[in-house]
């Protein structure tokens, strides 16, 4: 495909965009649609009772379908935007490639490498993008914490600890987030976000050694240490946490004159200590608003999902493919964690 017929199929005020799958997440991603300028919902891919009205609810007035291959048959579409359980990700990827659409898809990628790798290569044979949603790129905080790293300010980074810590989940349709064939567990639905973050920041460690605790099959909490050469480097991910716990992302990064801290739970939640000042909180760029909607201007709650969405959109307007959060990338983060569940299973390190 050449690079002019690559973008957008034709010209359009808007991007429509159908999302596949309208869940907790799913309906996560139609608020941000509402949130950002040029980008229409035209589509609904869901067969859970109640769906329209939930749309409508939301102030959606779109097209519901029970399968992605029957709303393209009515509805001009753009994006497919795939928010669906994590064991229909690979099938739903190939069928709007193939259909010569470009892809949103949640994280993970797949469940097993062998899905995604087919899937990546029938995108890369059709030509259209994918970007998948490893939010925490996009994350103000984590962001903020890149761009301390590449300042130079503090010094080397010599030590990073990630957490993310949750309460069982309840949100799940039919409970499948609990499910180890259709979500393997905390490992890849939660902590998979902190060890995506850690390759985008540091790039791929020569080695993971992983323990946790494993509940119906799955690894429910997980605790690895990621080998490098030169940066101690661990990261805590689990939901097994009581009913009324709530949810908390963290970190800790240690550098020679200074440390960077956050916590989800704290306000502010981001912290600076530089040199033989005091610890400070440390200022950092929030998603605004590009214009009145029906969020009615407030998406500070959105936090990284409107940052990811609103950089993939854009470079589908620059008729670019996303350079972050790639299919490649994520393929990456799923080989990485794999490894991790291998060697939480095996009690022995796994070599990447």
Not at 19 to 31: T, W
Not at 139 to 144: I, L
Not at 167 to 196: F, Q, V
Not at 324 to 348: C, H, K, M, P, Y
Request: aromatic share 8%.
């Amino acid at each position: 495909m050449s690079e002019a017929a690559w973008g957008l199929h034709h010209a359009v005020m808007n991007i429509r965009t159908a999302i596949v799958g309208f869940g907790f997440m799913g309906q996560m991603h139609a608020r941000v649609c509402q949130a950002l300028p040029g980008v229409e919902l035209v589509g609904i891919v869901d067969t859970f009772p109640g769906v329209e009205g939930r749309a409508v609810e939301l102030g959606f007035k779109t097209a519901v379908a029970p399968s992605l291959s029957v709303l393209l048959e009515t509805v001009d579409v753009d994006v497919v935007d795939i928010c669906l359980p994590t064991d229909l990700h690979s099938a739903v990827i190939i069928t709007a490639a193939r259909a010569g659409k470009h892809i949103f898809c949640e994280k993970p990628l797949a469940l097993e490498l062998a899905d995604a790798e087919e899937a990546l290569l029938e995108v890369e044979r059709k030509g259209v993008a994918l970007q998948v949603g490893q939010c925490i790129r996009f994350w103000p905080e984590y962001q903020a914490l890149e761009r301390f790293v590449k300042s130079g300010q503090g010094g080397k980074l010599v030590s990073l600890s990630l957490q993310r810590r949750a309460s069982r989940p309840a949100y799940s349709r039919d409970n499948w987030l609990h499910e180890a064939k259709r979500s393997k567990g905390a490992a890849l639905d939660l902590h998979i976000h902190d060890t995506d973050y850690i390759l985008h920041l540091l790039g791929r460690p020569k080695a993971v050694h992983s323990v946790g605790h494993q509940e119906k099959g799955a690894w429910s909490h997980l605790f690895t240490q990621y080998l490098f050469d030169d940066i101690a480097v661990t990261a805590e991910g689990g939901w097994d946490l009581p009913a009324q716990w709530g949810f908390q992302m963290a970190f800790q990064a240690v550098f020679e004159n200074a440390a960077v801290d956050f916590d989800s739970l704290s306000s502010p939640t981001l912290h600076l200590t530089l040199g033989e000042t005091k610890r400070e909180p440390l200022p950092f760029e929030k998603p605004q608003l590009a214009s009145a909607g029906a969020t009615g201007g407030n998406i500070s709650d959105l936090g990284g999902y409107y940052n990811e969405l609103a950089y993939f959109y854009e470079q589908l307007r620059q008729n670019r493919k996303p350079e972050i959060a790639t299919g490649r990338q994520a393929l990456e983060s799923l080989r990485t964690v794999l490894a991790e569940i291998q060697s939480a299973t095996e009690g022995r390190s796994i070599s990447l």
